[in-house]
C-alpha cells in the first residue's frame, strides 16, 4: 500500500486498524513518513505508543521488526552475531575430511550462511513489499554508548559487519522510536528524529479507543470504564492505569458479563488496571466506592 498523502489520510489509515488517534499525532506521523525522519514517542507506559507502530506497519502492508531495548544491549546483539556451533561443525568437517583451504574455509564460515540477523540488520534489508517499519521499543532502558551506535546507524541508515563491510539500506525503514521517560534520552539523538509526548487521552477520545478495541462493550459500561480510570489517573498512585489496562478492564468486565460497575466488582477485578499491591491496597474498603461515586457524577448531565 503507498504511503498516505494527507494528514486525514494518516487518521484513516491507523483507525483502520483499530488506533484512534488525534491530529497531532498524525500529522507528525505524516511529516515522519513524507520526510523519512525517525519518530521519537515518549510518554507514560500503556498509552499505545507500541501501537502505532503495529497499527502503521499493518495499515502499509510493511514487515514490522522489532527491537525491545534491554539494560546491557549492545551493537552486536542489535544488528548481529555468527552462528559459532554451525561454524564448528564445519570445521570440524572440514578437518575431518583432510586438506581444507584455509583461506576458502574462512571466506565460507564468515557469509550470509552462518551469519544470524538481528533487527537493526533486518530493517536494512530490501523488502518486497517496501521498506520495513522498525520499532526501537522503550530505549530508555539501554545506555548511552548503545544510544551512540544508534545514533550513526539512524543517521546514514546502514550498519558495518567487520567480515563483510558496510550494509547500506536501498530504502531506509520507516522508525519508530519509543521511550517511557524512566531517565533522559541524549539530545543528539531526538534531534535526528521528529518528537511527539504521548498523553493519556481526554474521556471523549478513550471511549473511541474503547469503541474500536472492545466494540461488544455496552455504551453505559464502556462510559463507566472509562470515567473510573479517568478518575483513577487524579489519584497518588504509584503507576497510573493506561489505554491498555482499560481495554483489558473492559474485556475482563465483559467476560464476567458485568453491565454496570459496582464497589464489589471493581474490588474483584482491580488487577486488570493495576499492577502494584500498594496501589490495590489504596482502593480496598471505600475508596473504590468514593471514585465510583466521583466518576458517575462527572458522567451526569451539567
Known sequence: MTQPNSIDAVQDLLGSEGYVCGRALATVVFLSLKLGRPLFLEGEAGVGKTEIAKALAAGLGRRLIRLQCYEGLDA????????????????RTAEASGGADRGVLQSELFSDDYLIER??????????????????DELDR??????????????????????????????PPIVIVTSNR???????LKRRCLY??????????????????????????SREVVAFVQRLRTEDLFKKPGVAE????AKCLLALDVINLSPEVIGDTLGAILKYQDDIQKLQGSEAKRILDQAKADLEPA
Open 76 to 91: 552486536s546483539s542489535a544488528v548481529y552475531e555468527w552462528n559459532f556451533p554451525a561454524q564448528m561443525v564445519a570445521i
Open 119 to 136: 533487527p537493526l540488520l533486518q530493517a536494512m534489508r530490501p523488502e518486497s513489499g517496501g521498506a520495513p517499519v522498525l520499532l526501537i
Open 142 to 171: 539501554t545506555d548511552e554508548p548503545f544510544e551512540a551506535f544508534l545514533l550513526e546507524a539512524l543517521s546514514d541508515f546502514q550498519v558495518t559487519i567487520p567480515e563483510l563491510g558496510t550494509i547500506k539500506a536501498p530504502e
Open 182 to 188: 524512566t531517565r533522559e534520552v541524549h539530545d543528539a
Open 196 to 221: 511527539h509526548w504521548v498523553d493519556y487521552p481526554d474521556f471523549a477520545r478513550e471511549i473511541e479507543i474503547l469503541h474500536a478495541r472492545a466494540p461488544e462493550a455496552a455504551e453505559a459500561l
Open 246 to 249: 482499560t481495554i483489558d478492564w
